[in-house]
């Protein structure tokens, strides 16, 4: 390898979390004066040749060889994890690997986390649900095998089509209700439900993934601290401390359908503690949906769904899906009332 290439390498190693950067600039003067980096990894750091290898064949994880599989791609990146296209050797069937990145394992909570989430995952049946296969280790490697969902998110449908029709929202937001509700008949409470972890599959089906934040009914909070993502955070969660409540999942699916439909975030965004502070005082300001022709209807949806009290929103989500289903159900029959037989331009031969 040339300097240049052990440079980039050394760099490669402290951004995919293999190695701190303290102990990376130590390792610079040496190779400034020619020395080889795989010898100082093992002088200095203790790595052994084989660990090295490895690190050098897979570039510190970027390209993953995994036993029993071939990686056919890497399909997403999120903080704790990457997600791959694998093809399962044995039953070549088509799957997807979602690895925990080395920083991750490092740390037990979130190691934990991760591990509850797959079984979580694994002991869940729901059509709209990402099936999970089990969780598996190779050599320090943790990686969740799951169902392989061709589609992309909401949030990417939203950065490239800004909006979603009505109807085409509230067909969306029904069906995310739908698995919600199984959830909660579960026993669990999402507490991520955002446009990036809603998928619209190939087919048009809708999948609600990431169960990362997932927490029984009830759960606790620990004092000050919020678990979601900060621009669909319920008030009582922004604040810190909530338990898992189905009405704040209620709350960030509001906010969801805000943004198909209006297309930009309930409030703008800012620093974290910004947004978490207009969640919690701010009134939510619509304007859009009073000059773009949406119904009503939409507008009240939008409104109980993300009252600042919880006890003021849908309180369960059978509430919640009876009201968007009567009100598309509605629409539907008012269109067939209205519609008109065309008439015909033959004449009647005498």
Request: charged share 30%.
């Amino acid at each position: 390898m040339s300097p240049k290439d052990d440079v980039q390498f050394l760099a490669l190693l402290v951004h995919r979390g293999y190695l701190e950067r303290n102990h990376a600039e130590k390792l610079l003067p040496r190779l400034k004066q020619g020395d080889a980096l795989d010898p100082l990894l093992t002088e200095l750091l203790g790595w052994d040749g084989d660990r090295v290898d490895k690190l050098r064949v897979t570039r510190a994880g970027e390209d993953p060889r995994i036993p029993g599989y071939d990686i056919l791609g890497r399909l997403g990146v999120g903080g704790t994890s990457e997600v791959f296209r694998a093809r399962d050797k044995k039953s070549q069937g088509t799957v997807a690997l979602k690895i925990l990145n080395v920083r991750s394992t490092r740390q037990k909570r979130a190691l934990a986390s991760f591990v509850e989430e797959v079984r979580t995952l694994t002991s869940l049946d729901h059509p709209g649900l990402c099936k999970g296969y089990g969780i598996k280790k190779s050599g320090d490697t943790y990686f969740a095998v799951l169902e392989l969902i061709e589609g992309r998110t909401l949030l990417e449908h939203i950065d490239e089509e800004q909006s979603f029709p009505e109807d085409t929202a509230l067909r969306i937001v029904l069906e995310v209700a739908d698995v919600l509700a199984y959830l909660d008949r579960e026993g669990f409470v999402h507490r991520d439900v955002k446009p990036g972890n809603i998928m619209l599959t190939s087919s048009g089906q809708v999948k609600l993934i990431d169960l990362g934040f997932c927490a029984k009914k009830g759960e606790f909070n620990p004092e000050g601290t919020a678990t979601g993502t900060g621009e669909y955070l319920a008030p009582e969660q922004a604040m810190g401390g909530a338990c898992a409540d189905l009405r704040s999942d209620v709350y960030s699916l509001g906010a969801t359908l805000f943004q198909m439909t209006v297309g930009r975030l309930p409030f703008e965004p800012g620093d974290d503690e910004d947004v978490l502070r207009k969640h919690v005082l701010e009134a939510l300001r619509s304007p859009e949906l009073k000059g773009r022709g949406f119904s009503h209807q939409l507008h009240y949806f939008i409104d109980k769904m993300m009252s600042k009290d919880a006890d003021h929103r849908y309180q369960t989500w059978e509430e919640l899906l009876d009201g968007i289903r009567g009100q598309l159900e509605g629409k539907l029959a008012a269109d067939w009332r209205g519609a008109t037989t065309p008439r015909s331009n033959s004449r009647r031969r005498t």
